[in-house]
C-alpha cells in the first residue's frame, strides 16, 4: 500500500519517492515579490500527512519540486529552508529526507551559506540543480506529438557559416527587468544599438528604470524598440505559439511535421548572441531603491547595501545575505543549438557552469573575466567593452574570429544534440 495524499488527490508515492511542486502552495507573481503568505500553513498538512502515514522516513526521499526560474523561495522574511529544518523539528524528521530539486546552479553554495548560519548542527537536506529548460532546445530529450500525434523535430541551423555578418550581435529582450533595460541604456549610450539586432519591450506605468534609476527620456522614447513581433500580432500569442518551440502545450494544435526555428535569420545575420538571462544573480526588489536618489542599491556584506550612484549606505532585510541565484534559460540552450556564441548578462560564474556542464564557452576568443565579477553593472560594462572591440574589427578579423569559433560551435552543437535528460549539477560549483 503506497501513500497517497488525502488532502493533496495529485501528491502520493512512486519509488519511494514523494514529489511535491512548491508552486502547488504559491504564486509565481507571490514568488516574485517575495511575499508568500499562508505558505507554512497550506504546506504543513502534506508533511504531516507523510509523517502520520510512515512510522519510519528511512527509505522515503521527500522530493521539492521548484521550477519557473528557481528564484529563491522567501517566506515572512525567512528562507524558505528556515520552514523545512522548523518542520523537520516539528515531527522528528531527519532534514536527509529532503531532497531539494531546482535549476538554481547556485543552490549549494546558498544552501552552505544559509545552513553554517543557522542549523549548523542538523543534517543537510539534499540539493539537486536540474538544467530543466534544456528540454526545451534538445531534440532528443522531449518529443512532442503534433495535431496529428506525430512527433516533430526542432528547426535549427542547417550549417555553421563562418563569413561576414552584417550584425555584430543580437540581443533579445522580452520581460522588462532592471538589468536589461540597463543593458539597453548601455547599448545606446555607447553607439552600438545600431550594429546589432536588438528587440526591447514596452515598459509599465511606472517607467523605465535601470540600475542608474529611471532611464533617459531620450533612450526611453525607443521603447519598444525592433520588438520580434510581426505587425498586428499580440506578443504573447507569438512567444507561445510561433516563436518558441518550449511553448509544447501549443505544438498539439499545429499540423507542422518540424517546429519552425523563428530565429534562423537573426543568427545567420550576427557575430554573437548577447544572452540577457532573467537574473543577473542579486535579488531585484522594492527595499533596493536607494532613499536620496532613488538608484538602484547593490547588496555589498551581510544585509548592508550601497547605491550605485550616489554611494549611500542602505539597510537590506536579512535574507538578501543567501540570496544567490543562477538559472539559465532557453536563451541559452537556443544558442548551443543553433552553433551561436554567446555573451552572458546573467548572474557571475556562468560560464564556468557551462564548462562544468561539459560545454565550451569562448575564453580562447575573447575575454571571458567579467564571468568572475560580482558587481552586475561592471560585468555589463566589460561586456560592453567586448562588443565595442568586435565592432572595431575589419571584415578580415570578423572573417577570422568566426572560423576560430567554428570547433566550440560544433562541440557545443554535437552536446546538446547528444542529450537524453536533462544535466545536472549535485556538487558546489568552484568560484574561484
Request: proline share 6%; charged share 20%; hydrophobic share 35%.
Amino acid at each position: 500500500m503506497f501513500f497517497k495524499s488525502k488532502n493533496f488527490p495529485n501528491i502520493s508515492e512512486h519509488n519511494n519517492i514523494i514529489s511535491i511542486n512548491l508552486f502547488d502552495f504559491c504564486s509565481v507573481t507571490q514568488l516574485q515579490q517575495n511575499d508568500v503568505p499562508n505558505f507554512v500553513k497550506n504546506f504543513e498538512p502534506i508533511i504531516q500527512e507523510i509523517t502520520e502515514y510512515y512510522d519510519d522516513l528511512k527509505y522515503i526521499t521527500i522530493k521539492l519540486e521548484h521550477s519557473f526560474e528557481s528564484i529563491p523561495l522567501i517566506i515572512e522574511g525567512k528562507h524558505f529552508f528556515h520552514q523545512v529544518h522548523e518542520l523537520c523539528q516539528k515531527y522528528s524528521i531527519d532534514p536527509a529526507v529532503f531532497e531539494y530539486c531546482t535549476g538554481n546552479w547556485r543552490i549549494h553554495e546558498l544552501y552552505s551559506s544559509w545552513k553554517s548560519d543557522n542549523f549548523p548542527t542538523e543534517n543537510a537536506m539534499r540539493m539537486t540543480c536540474v538544467m530543466s529548460l534544456q528540454r526545451l532546445y534538445a531534440p532528443n530529450i522531449e518529443q512532442i506529438p503534433n495535431k496529428l500525434g506525430q512527433q516533430t523535430d526542432i528547426g535549427h541551423m542547417p550549417h555553421y557559416r563562418a563569413d561576414l555578418r552584417p550584425y555584430v550581435y543580437n540581443c533579445l529582450n522580452r520581460a522588462p527587468h532592471i538589468h536589461r533595460l540597463h543593458v539597453f541604456e548601455q547599448l545606446a549610450k555607447n553607439d552600438l544599438l545600431q550594429h546589432g539586432l536588438v528587440s526591447a519591450n514596452e515598459v509599465g506605468g511606472d517607467g523605465a528604470f535601470g540600475f542608474f534609476g529611471k532611464i533617459s527620456d531620450e533612450v526611453a522614447e525607443l521603447l519598444p524598440y525592433k520588438l520580434d513581433v510581426p505587425q498586428d500580432a499580440s506578443a504573447i500569442n507569438y512567444i507561445y505559439q510561433d516563436a518558441m518551440p518550449q511553448a509544447f502545450q501549443e505544438i498539439e494544435s499545429k499540423t507542422y511535421d518540424q517546429i519552425p526555428n523563428a530565429f534562423e535569420n537573426i543568427f545567420f545575420d550576427s557575430m554573437v548572441s548577447v544572452v540577457t538571462e532573467t537574473n543577473m544573480g542579486v535579488p531585484v526588489h522594492k527595499s533596493q531603491s536607494c532613499d536620496d536618489c532613488g538608484a538602484f542599491v547593490l547588496p555589498t556584506q551581510d544585509n548592508m547595501g550601497e547605491c550605485c550612484v550616489c554611494s549611500a549606505p542602505k539597510q537590506l532585510p536579512d535574507w538578501f545575505k543567501w540570496h544567490q541565484h543562477g538559472f539559465i534559460t532557453e536563451k541559452t540552450w537556443r544558442c548551443m543549438l543553433n552553433r551561436h556564441p554567446v555573451l552572458w548578462i546573467s548572474a557571475p560564474n556562468t560560464a564556468k557552469t557551462m564548462q562544468r556542464l561539459g560545454f565550451k564557452t569562448f575564453d580562447s576568443v575573447w575575454s571571458e573575466h567579467y564571468d568572475t565579477i560580482q558587481n552586475p553593472i561592471t560585468r555589463i560594462n566589460a561586456v560592453i567593452d567586448i562588443l565595442k572591440q568586435l565592432r572595431d574589427m575589419n571584415n578580415q578579423q570578423q572573417i577570422d574570429l568566426m572560423q576560430t569559433l567554428r570547433p566550440i560551435l560544433d562541440h557545443n552543437y554535437r552536446l546538446i544534440t547528444a542529450l537524453k535528460y536533462p544535466q545536472k549539477l549535485t556538487k558546489l560549483v568552484d568560484n574561484n
